[in-house]
């Protein structure tokens, strides 16, 4: 059973700083791309930043200079600092991940259960 988990929401006031943890367990061959979504109430699920393998990082406009995506391929995690959080960040956040089971199975996506973010004004 391949499984992704997020650690790190919470409740902060704007301005302030949170750090998401997920990590990826089970058995797994390769991951591909790593990322971060959120959904807020009443809104689709949208990108918030992802990273491939080889450190490539991308971020929608509304996080760029705000957030930081890292993550350890030794230890299959991604880590997402958050800073100069704002009110209009509060959504649910997801991890999500491109991977592979076995050699021959084929990349597909994964999805954590999401952690809660509010950012108080």
């Known amino acids: 059973q391949v499984q992704l988990v997020e650690s790190g929401g919470g409740l902060v006031q704007a301005g302030g700083s949170l750090r998401l943890s997920c990590a990826a367990s089970?058995?797994?061959?390769?991951?591909?791309?790593m990322g971060w979504y959120r959904q807020a109430p009443g809104k689709q699920r949208e990108m918030v930043a992802d990273?491939?393998?080889?450190?490539?990082?991308n971020y929608a406009d509304s996080v760029k200079g705000r957030f930081t995506i890292s993550r350890d391929n030794a230890k299959n995690t991604v880590d997402l600092q958050m800073n100069s959080l704002k009110p209009e960040d509060t959504a649910v956040y997801y991890c999500?991940?491109?991977?592979?089971?076995?050699?021959?199975?084929?990349?597909?996506?994964?999805w954590g259960q999401g952690t809660q973010v509010i950012v108080s004004s």
């Open positions: 089970g058995r797994i061959f390769s991951i591909n791309v």
């Open positions: 999500n991940a491109d991977m592979a089971r076995t050699w021959n199975s084929g990349m597909w996506p994964y």
């Open positions: 990273i491939t393998s080889g450190g490539r990082t």
